[in-house]
């Protein structure tokens, strides 16, 4: 995206959003939403793949929000948000690295790629099906 649309695409949001955008806005393929189902993503699992990417603000940094942070924005226990996250493992849509030391602060970080694999996927032309064609039929 050059500067002029960056700029563009700046205002449309803040015509749509208004003062909201202000903090941030969170960008994600719409692949990701439409194709929810076809990826196995219940809507915990969603709602946890969207806050973890609500955190990723470097592209060469991985995101690192603690299971605790989660649990308490999304109203669940810490418990329930650990499960989810060995789910989103188990089928290779996201990787907890092992820990490390960040700023004087311990750290794990989430490796997306595997989500990035399987959107990469879904989008090409012979995956491109709309997930509720089937049923029009």
Known sequence: MDTES?????????TRWG???DPGMLI???ILLRHQQRLG???????LVLNIVAEWD???ELPSPRPSVLAKRIG???RTIQRAITKLAQAGLV???PSETCRGMTVRRFD??????????LSLPQARVRPDASKAA
């Open 6 to 14: 960056s700029s563009s695409h700046a205002a449309d949001q803040r």
């Open 19 to 21: 003062d909201a955008v």
């Open 28 to 30: 994600v393929p719409a």
């Open 41 to 47: 993503l219940t809507p915990l699992e969603m709602l």
């Open 58 to 60: 470097e592209p060469n």
């Open 76 to 78: 669940t226990s810490p």
């Open 95 to 97: 990787e907890r690295r």
């Open 112 to 121: 997306l790629s595997g989500l990035r694999k399987r959107l990469q996927e």
